[in-house]
């Protein structure tokens, strides 16, 4: 077990309408908002056969996180909980995952649908959706029991990210 820190390097950056993070949507899957995603010259090679899948998982980088919070409170929640129990971008390890629509490939720009990052993010990692791998079947949901709809309905506010 190393206890060395780990050093990542992007592979591209993200292009978003969002520039700061209230009015950012909570979660991708419950808004339609384009963008691009913008894979580095050095990189760009491997993305060939990632435009005959309609989702992709992007790895990124909170990097305008606030200071790591162990706990905290969920959005739109009374009630604490653990880092590791919720999605809050202030976290040990800033990585943010999102599932997103590819629309098309253009060389080394993917556009995408269902972004919930801010403008200039770095990625550190595309990879493809496989529903027959990645759907499971939930049998519990924690906290977030009754707070998908409430959260569907809302985009950050000045809490997120603190």
């Known amino acids: 077990m190393s206890l060395e820190p780990v050093t990542f390097r992007p592979i591209g950056i993200v292009h978003s309408p969002y520039k700061e993070k209230v009015g950012t949507p909570i979660q991708p899957s419950f808004d339609n908002t384009p963008g691009t995603i913008e894979i580095f010259a050095p990189y760009q090679e ?6 005959g899948f309609s989702h992709i998982y ?23 909980v653990g880092v590791f129990a919720m999605r809050a ?3 040990p390890n800033p990585i943010g995952l999102s599932v997103v629509e590819l629309k098309a490939r253009e060389g080394g ?3 995408v649908v269902g972004l919930d990052m801010l403008d200039k993010t770095p990625v550190l990692d595309i990879k493809p959706y496989a529903p027959k791998f990645d759907i499971r079947e939930v049998t519990r949901l924690g906290w977030m029991e009754g707070a998908m709809e409430d959260t569907s309905r ?9």
């Open 46 to 51: 491997g993305l060939e056969g990632i435009e």
């Open 58 to 80: 992007v790895l990124y980088v909170f990097d305008r996180a606030a200071e790591v919070k162990l706990k905290a409170s969920p959005f739109l929640r009374d009630i604490t």
């Open 89 to 91: 971008p202030s976290r």
């Open 109 to 111: 720009l993917l556009r």
């Open 154 to 162: 809302h985009r950050a506010d000045a809490r997120f990210g603190e």
